[in-house]
């Protein structure tokens, strides 16, 4: 339904009167002449007086149209819009949703999506009246609250300076914050513009918006483009020891329809590239990828996937950090120190192996005297007993994140250890006296290994029968009441190896010696690696190396040691610092990170020291590729009829399809040239023929 824009204008249609009155007030008045005789007028023809007065008819007619034409292309004459009978004079609320996610920084032909919508954004404000009001919502941020500004030259500048960040969207928090601005609007016409790649979530919060507003979804780029990416680290249930090989497992995705041949991924370990490999990926799938390394020193090490260079950078990197203690101080305690032998032979086979292992040997009888605060891994092999004192300690231990093997022996008092320690840390409860096999075999097999534990991960890759054969001829029959995880057992589902966690501590439970006459474990070449396992495992938190961080997550890390005297910093990826104030807790310092707004390798210093680093990656969720479908987004706001959605094709001229939309099609310059062509026809007719004959 046409309308006009400056209807005040069609006053000016009285004009339309003017050709009338000139016509009317300029015919020339008749002379009376006499004539003898009628005989010179024979020769004029009836019809050529009627063409005469014809032509003078259409002149007034085309003068008239003329002037009604040229009036109406004033008045700015337009097909429908959404402010039909508001008038051009109609202010405009404008909330401007602005994508910044990372994904937004994939590269097109045109430049990238970001910058894309940086222009049309610009576009938008540019074509806003000084009695109109807008506002920018940047989607990887958005405010709980925000207000309008007529200071378009600031938000023009805010966009122009923003960047995409590595955060995702937040769509929901967003439209919420644009329902409620838009519902505070007092003006008549109420735009939300969308830039963005996403469909997003939440639109049904428009459902109980009461006032009438538009949805100008704008497409930024109609380009396939083939993104690839790397995402999530897995450790596996791997111990990482010092000189030797350990996995690191990998996937990577492939984005688009398009497969990936020969795609590259590479594998860097402490700033150096330790490996790459070339994967095939077909359309929307993913691959695994894995890489095998060694560490030399002890201490924090860092490293990477990366994946080939592709559209979006962003995702093309995936962090990981873990730490080998710079020492482990092992404790063992045996009845005499001639009983620990064996475990400390285990512990450091030769000089130059395990070179963070520091280990003591104590006796029964010196055992209380010791500060078990002192060790990170206890070993109390084949005691007879311990002291309440000693029990309570371990107990401490535990509680603040040391590890304790028990290993309960011929000479370990099975009731006493029942009461104080398998039944207090384990809940298990242990048989009176020790078994012996009631078969003719003369042993125990250990069996039923849970192959997943990081203990005995190393054997993942055989089956049963090429397990090493490993007998006991004299075990502490038990049973588990608790939730204690075994690990192992021996023949006849007796329980051999038990596994408790408490507190930030872990507790191992051995139900069998490891000295000769109690089993053939320490003679078997299983025997050093499976107690060095057992110590690393004791010693390392294994859930710390798949622990990573999303950007804009906020971290609480736990500091073990901190130097007095020196400011603890926080070294950035970009190598920026902050300095961080912990808080003290009995046993530790904790500190608070709120800004991890960028991906990569953080740490924590004091001085030169390395006191702790941590990695922080993309979500990887904001790289899967979505297709933007406004008849599901129609579909969410169906219930309120309040609501219009309009596409912008990406190659329109944002401001003339906005105005089209508001206002209608305008149709002033169809007018115009239509009143210009009459006016030429006016002319050339009134230049034509011969004046025009008057009679009486």
Not at 323 to 329: E, Y
Not at 448 to 466: A, C, G, N, V
Not at 474 to 482: C, F, L, M, N, T
Not at 588 to 599: F, G, Y
């Amino acid at each position: 339904m046409p309308g006009f824009l400056n209807p005040l204008v069609l006053f000016g249609l009285a004009a339309a009167a003017i050709p009338l009155l000139i016509h009317l007030f300029t015919r020339r008045r008749l002379k009376k002449v006499e004539f003898s005789s009628l005989w010179f007028l024979q020769n004029l023809e009836k019809t050529r007086i009627r063409q005469v007065k014809l032509k003078n008819i259409l002149l007034l007619l085309l003068r008239t149209l003329i002037v009604i034409l040229i009036v109406l292309a004033f008045a700015r004459p337009a097909l429908k819009g959404e402010l039909a009978g508001l008038g051009r004079g109609a202010a405009s609320s404008v909330v401007l949703l602005v994508d910044d996610s990372y994904s937004m920084a994939t590269q097109t032909s045109q430049g990238t999506l970001f910058e894309l919508a940086q222009k049309k954004g610009a576009e938008i404000l540019n074509s806003l009246s000084s009695q109109d009001e807008a506002t920018i919502i940047y989607l990887s941020q958005p405010p709980e609250s925000t207000s309008f500004s007529r200071d378009f030259w600031s938000l023009k500048e805010s966009l122009s300076n923003r960047r995409p960040s590595f955060a995702v969207s937040n769509f929901s928090r967003s439209l919420e914050t644009a329902e409620k601005l838009l519902r505070s609007s007092s003006n008549l016409n109420r735009e939300l513009y969308v830039l963005s790649n996403k469909p997003g979530t939440g639109w049904d919060k428009f459902n109980t918006l009461k006032n009438r507003a538009t949805i100008y979804w704008l497409v930024l780029s109609g380009e396939e483009t083939q993104n690839l990416s790397v995402s999530g680290i897995d450790f596996g249930s791997q111990l990482i020891e010092l000189g030797r090989p350990f996995t690191l497992k990998s996937e990577a995705h492939n984005h688009s329809r398009e497969a990936a041949a020969e795609h590259l991924v590479g594998f860097y370990l402490d700033d150096r590239k330790a490996a790459q490999t070339e994967v095939k990926i077909p359309p929307f799938s993913k691959r695994p990828v894995k890489f095998s390394s060694s560490v030399g020193q002890p201490g924090f090490h860092s490293g990477y996937f990366e994946s080939g260079e592709d559209v979006l950078p962003a995702d093309n990197y995936r962090y990981f950090v873990f730490k080998i203690p710079d020492r482990i101080r092992v404790l063992v305690a045996g009845e005499t120190q001639a009983d620990n032998r064996l475990l400390q032979l285990a512990l450091r086979p030769e000089e130059k192996l395990n070179l963070n292992l520091q280990v003591k040997s104590v006796g029964q009888s010196t055992l209380e005297q010791e500060d078990l605060s002192n060790y990170e891994v206890l070993i109390l092999n084949d005691l007879k007993t311990i002291s309440d004192r000693v029990s309570a300690n371990l107990k401490t231990c535990l509680e603040t994140g040391g590890g304790v093997w028990f290993i309960l022996g011929q000479k370990s008092n099975s009731p006493f250890f029942s009461a104080k320690i398998t039944g207090r840390f384990f809940r298990t409860e242990l048989q009176d006296k020790p078994a012996t096999p009631s078969d003719k075999s003369g042993f125990y097999n250990l069996e039923q290994w849970d192959l997943r534990h990081p203990i005995f991960s190393t054997y993942q890759e055989l089956s049963p029968k090429e397990l090493p054969e490993l007998k006991f001829y004299r075990i502490h029959p038990a049973s588990v009441k608790g939730q204690a995880k075994v690990l192992a057992y021996f023949s006849g589902r007796n329980p051999a190896l038990l596994e408790e966690k408490m507190e930030k501590g872990k507790a191992i439970l051995l139900l069998a010696g490891l000295d000769s006459s109690s089993s053939d474990i320490s003679l078997h070449p299983f025997f050093v690696p499976f107690v060095n396992r057992i110590v690393s495992y004791l010693s390392q938190d294994v859930s710390d190396f798949n622990q990573s961080y999303n950007v804009g997550e906020v971290v609480q890390r736990e500091l073990a040691e901190v130097p007095t005297g020196l400011p603890i910093q926080l070294i950035y990826p970009n190598q920026t610092n902050e300095t961080l104030t912990p808080i003290f807790t009995r046993t530790s310092a904790l500190v608070k990170i709120e800004n991890t707004s960028l991906p990569g390798i953080y740490q924590i210093k004091a001085g030169e020291k390395l006191l702790d680093a941590f990695a922080v990656n993309l979500d990887a969720k904001e790289s899967e590729p979505e297709k933007i479908d406004l008849a599901k987004v129609k579909k969410q706001l169906e219930p309120n009829p309040n609501i219009k959605l309009v596409e912008v094709p990406a190659n329109a001229d944002v401001a003339k399809f906005i105005q089209r939309t508001r206002y209608g099609r305008e149709l002033w310059r169809e007018t115009l040239i239509l009143a210009l062509v009459l006016l030429g026809v006016e002319m050339w007719l009134g230049k034509t023929g011969s004046k025009p004959v008057e009679t009486s």
